[in-house]
């Protein structure tokens, strides 16, 4: 964990504050955006188009989410985000989730803004 947080923290994405917690930085929540936005993709291709259930989609996409082409991006955001207008992240497909990510999802937004 620790070689993670420097690595992180040397790319810039997070720092350390007064009372040793780990914080993202403003391009830390940009990036963790982006990667939310691309697993959402996924999920949601898996179960549009591929026929998996919402319950399992969440390691398929995990295991993606980063390596995904921005043509790919481009691609699954003309085929699944027609329905999904006036959000950048898709609504999560998992039930539990759901409430507390939108809250999330919220929060980094209002942030983005400030």
């Known amino acids: 964990l620790r070689a ?3 690595r992180a923290s040397v790319e810039g994405l997070v720092w350390l504050n007064s009372q040793g917690a780990v914080e993202l930085t403003r ?3 940009m990036e963790a955006e982006r990667l ?3 697993h959402r993709l996924w999920e949601l291709y898996l179960i ?3 026929d998996v259930a919402a319950s399992r989609v969440d390691r398929e996409a995990d295991a993606i989410e980063h390596v995904l082409e921005p043509e790919l991006i481009a691609r699954l955001e003309e085929l699944l985000l027609q329905r999904q207008r006036g959000s950048a992240i898709p609504a999560s497909p ?3 989730a759901g409430a507390a990510v939108q809250q999330s ?4 937004q209002e ?3 400030k």
């Open 105 to 108: 999802v919220a929060a980094v």
């Open 94 to 96: 998992h039930e539990m």
């Open 4 to 6: 993670q947080i420097r």
């Open 48 to 50: 549009t188009h591929a």
């Open 111 to 113: 942030e983005r803004r």
């Open 27 to 29: 391009r830390g929540v």
């Open 36 to 38: 939310v936005h691309h």
